[in-house]
């Protein structure tokens, strides 16, 4: 299942997201995978979460970075949740299409039993149709 956490810049997208994997991690079995542009919001995770920092690799497109998340899924068999914030930034997405991106990662979810939450800078107007029910908010 892919669920979409969208809105504009500055919206408090970040807030919902880190909310709902600090609640996730409460009653999960499986392990939980946070990515972000940054380490910035280390100190609001859980500790049982893994963040990852996906500045630190070198991906230069949005294929490279469904690589990337084949690659956390391949080496951890436990793996249960992926939190995507900043997505269109980290998936090397800004001013592209995520329409197939978006189709990747529901194939992958539904291939391994994966839930990915995502937080998008777009307002639910801009989100393609075929995800409009994705959207778990829109701020």
Request: net charge negative; hydrophobic share 40%; charged share 25%.
């Amino acid at each position: 299942m892919v669920q979409l956490i969208v809105g504009n810049k500055g919206k408090g997208k970040t807030k919902q997201l880190l909310d709902k994997v600090n609640g996730a991690i409460k009653t999960a079995d499986g392990n939980i995978v946070y990515l972000d542009k940054s380490s910035k919001h280390m100190y609001e995770l859980n500790n049982k979460i893994r963040l990852i920092d996906v500045s630190g690799y070198p991906l230069r497109n949005s294929d490279e970075f469904i690589g990337f998340i084949c690659g956390i899924i391949s080496q951890d068999h436990d793996l249960e949740e992926m939190y995507l914030d900043s997505f269109l930034k980290i998936a090397k997405l800004e001013d592209a299409d995520i329409t197939d991106t978006l189709k990747q990662l529901e194939q992958i979810s539904r291939t391994f039993g994966i839930t990915f939450t995502i937080s998008v800078s777009m307002d639910k107007e801009q989100i393609p149709e075929a995800f409009q029910e994705s959207i778990l908010i829109a701020l």
